[in-house]
Nanobody, 123 residues
Framework: QVQLMESGGGSVQAGGSLRLSCALSTATYSDYCMAWFRQAQGKEREGVAVAAEDGSTDYADSVNGRFTVSWNIALDTIQLTMDRLTAEDTAMYYC?????????????????WGQGTQVTVSS
């Protein structure tokens, strides 16, 4: 059973930065595609960024150029670095995993989910 644990959420002023981390409880992380999703209050869950084990990435248009997803192989974690945050980025952020190399920003394609970490951006 794969377990995911997010960390790094918090509150920040608009224009600031945060880094989220997601620890993956499996030694075979290379078999998985990892993604970050977010869900703002009253809105549907949306895909933000995804990274395949080969290092290739994909981003939602709303965060492209501001967010960076990357593997920290030494720590078996995936990180999401968020720069130039705005109030519209306020949401609960979730880490998700699926087996295989297909990068997807669709929530229904993911089997494993973390509990989420809150990001609040004040303007």
């Amino acid at each position: 059973q794969v377990q995911l644990m997010e960390s790094g959420g918090g509150s920040v002023q608009a224009g600031g930065s945060l880094r989220l981390s997601c620890a993956l409880s499996t030694a075979t992380y290379s078999d998985y595609c990892m993604a970050w999703f977010r869900q703002a209050q009253g809105k549907e869950r949306e895909g933000v960024a995804v990274a395949a084990e080969d290092g290739s990435t994909d981003y939602a248009d709303s965060v492209n150029g501001r967010f960076t997803v990357s593997w920290n192989i030494a720590l078996d974690t995936i990180q999401l670095t968020m720069d130039r945050l705005t109030a519209e980025d306020t949401a609960m952020y979730y880490c998700a995993a699926r087996k295989g190399a297909y990068k997807s920003l669709t929530a229904t394609n993911y089997n494993y989910w973390g509990q989420g970490t809150q990001v609040t951006v004040s303007s």
